[in-house]
């Protein structure tokens, strides 16, 4: 099947995940000036699941609030409401689309992981180019959201897309271009504009392994291009066996930083990953 086929047959799944009602109600709400933390709690609250993990976040090391944070509420003053927002959409698109994987080359465990990393690796690099952080760690977790639809639905193509990477030694994107003219980032940027995610993470999810494509945050493009391959470097990849990304020198313009800064930051970055770990417990 090849790109126009897919983009069809998707068109015509009227099954196509959707995210929870309280991310929607959430973002909404934020469009209200008058809105409050006690309001934005009671929505969050309606959905128990969404509301404890948002706690058990908010209580690890990660976000170093020096006192247990016991309420919705007090975690909404917190992190503020742009970060609420964000931290619900991760667990939000994490619980919709982490599930059994359909495709037995391909470990769904293995790819929160690298996407998590991503966002964090994203975050660190954010904080040092001027990038919004928090906008960024966000942008990391789902940059590579179009896998999931890849393997969800169209297992064939799946499959034909990691033996061609394997046996080839090319990158999984080269792969997909081969098998059916389009990639991750394409169904990717499909689903996060059906879902009216904000367009930089549409862009971000589009145009991660082009960032010189980018128009709206070219930035924040670029520190996810950047973060992606970090993340695999430091072992946290969901396609073993395929050869190693590239780096876009377009990327490191952009964020006026050089391959031996990166290089210089290398350790701090696989330290602050590793720190972070109990972040691994949205998947739970
Ligand atoms: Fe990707
Ligand atoms: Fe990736």
């Known amino acids: 099947m090849n790109w126009e086929n897919l983009i069809i047959n998707l068109e015509c799944i009227d099954s196509l995940p959707t995210l929870p009602n309280v991310f929607l109600r959430v973002s909404q709400m934020l469009n209200d000036p008058m809105v409050t933390a006690k309001k934005l709690a009671e929505v969050i609250e309606t959905d128990q699941a969404i509301a404890m993990k948002l706690l058990k976040i908010v209580n690890s090391p990660f976000f170093g609030f020096s006192r247990k944070i016991m309420t919705v509420q007090d975690a909404v003053v917190l992190l503020g409401f742009n970060a609420t927002k964000n931290t619900v959409m991760t667990i939000s698109v994490i619980r919709t689309l982490n599930h059994e994987s359909k495709v037995e080359e391909f470990n769904m465990q293995d790819f929160w992981k690298h996407s998590i990393a991503t966002g964090l690796v994203s975050r660190y690099l954010a904080k040092k180019t001027q990038v919004d952080a928090e906008k960024a760690f966000v942008a990391g977790i789902l940059h590579d959201i179009g896998k999931i639809i890849l393997e969800q639905y169209f297992q064939e193509e799946m499959e034909k897309v990691l033996h061609l990477m394997r046996t080839q030694k090319i990158s999984f994107y080269e792969a997909e271009l081969q098998v059916y003219k389009g990639t991750h980032c394409d169904l990717g940027s499909y689903l996060a504009d059906k879902w009216n995610l904000p367009l930089p993470l549409i862009e971000v999810i589009d145009m991660h392994h082009t960032p010189g494509e980018a128009s709206e945050e070219p930035k924040l493009v670029s520190v996810v291009h950047i973060a992606n391959v970090v ?43 590793e720190e972070s770990q109990e972040l691994f417990q949205i998947l739970e």
Do not use: H, M, N, P
């Open 231 to 273: 993340a695999k470097q430091l072992g946290y990849g969901c396609t073993r066996g395929a050869k190693e990304d590239e780096l876009d020198s377009y990327a490191f313009a952009r964020l006026d930083i050089s391959a031996s800064q990166l290089e210089e930051w290398a350790e701090d970055v696989q330290a602050y990953v």
